[in-house]
């Protein structure tokens, strides 16, 4: 199946500071990639839509100036915390749209942010 | 939220059969995704639904149906590896793929 890595796995950052969370689709080329944030046993809510080529487009209420968005290539997604606070603390996913007819979109492993 | 709604929690014992009920809203529906997700790990795929009905897969089948809003995962001859979080989510809106989920549904196997 389609394999689509995340990196780095976990991170712990002291507050103010900025973390960057690399997705990258392994196997296949993604135009899509899709950004998810997932609190302890709670639902993941998609934060933004990441296009290949274009601008990011977020969700309501998703600050696209504290989360930047860069979509470089057909196989990589970048997602910048900026200034990390200890609320930014969650369980990052990413997931890469294959295209092409597929029938789902293929999730990352996910990236622990712990904020001090 | 996106007004999709599924059990919190659900026990079952092993070769037993368990149905995880799912309601969404119906605006803007694209189709319907079952994932299944272990702590701490990311979700798998289990199944997609966008016309009604039931499509099975082996041990697990989900049932579609639109006009309702209502979506249900069957999980056949549980085994203790069944044992996780199923999510359900609802690809709605203009761009396809934007998925909306559910709180999850955490399920234990018991022997």
């Known amino acids: 199946g389609a394999v689509v890595s995340q990196h780095p796995s976990r991170v712990i950052c002291k507050s103010g500071t900025s973390v960057k969370i690399e997705c990258r689709s392994l196997d296949f080329q993604a135009t899509t990639m899709f950004w998810y944030r997932q609190f302890p046993k709670k639902s993941l809510m998609l934060m933004a839509t990441s296009n290949e080529g274009s601008k990011a487009t977020y969700e309501q209420g998703v600050e696209k100036d504290k989360f930047l968005i860069n979509h470089a290539s057909l196989t990589l997604s970048t997602l910048t915390v900026t200034s990390a606070h200890p609320e930014d603390s969650s369980f990052y996913i990413c997931?890469?749209?294959?295209?092409?007819?597929?029938?789902?979109?293929?999730f990352g492993p996910g990236t622990r942010l712990t904020v001090l | 939220g996106q007004n999709i709604d599924q059990p919190t929690e659900m026990t079952a014992t092993e070769g037993a059969i368990v149905q995880i009920n799912c309601t969404y809203q119906?605006?803007?529906?694209?189709?319907l995704f079952w994932y299944q997700q272990h702590a701490g790990e990311a979700p798998t795929f289990l199944s997609y639904?966008?016309?009604?009905g039931l499509e099975e897969k082996g041990r697990f089948s989900s049932f579609l149906s639109r006009s309702k809003g209502y979506s249900y995962l069957l999980l056949k001859e549980l085994q203790m590896k069944d044992s996780a979080s199923y999510l359900c989510a609802n690809d709605r809106g203009s761009t396809l793929g934007r998925l909306y989920f559910g709180r999850g549904t955490q399920l234990t196997v018991w022997p």
């Open positions: 997931s890469a749209d294959p295209g092409q007819g597929a029938d789902t979109q293929y």
């Open positions: 639904n966008v016309l009604d």
């Open positions: 119906t605006s803007g529906f694209n189709g």
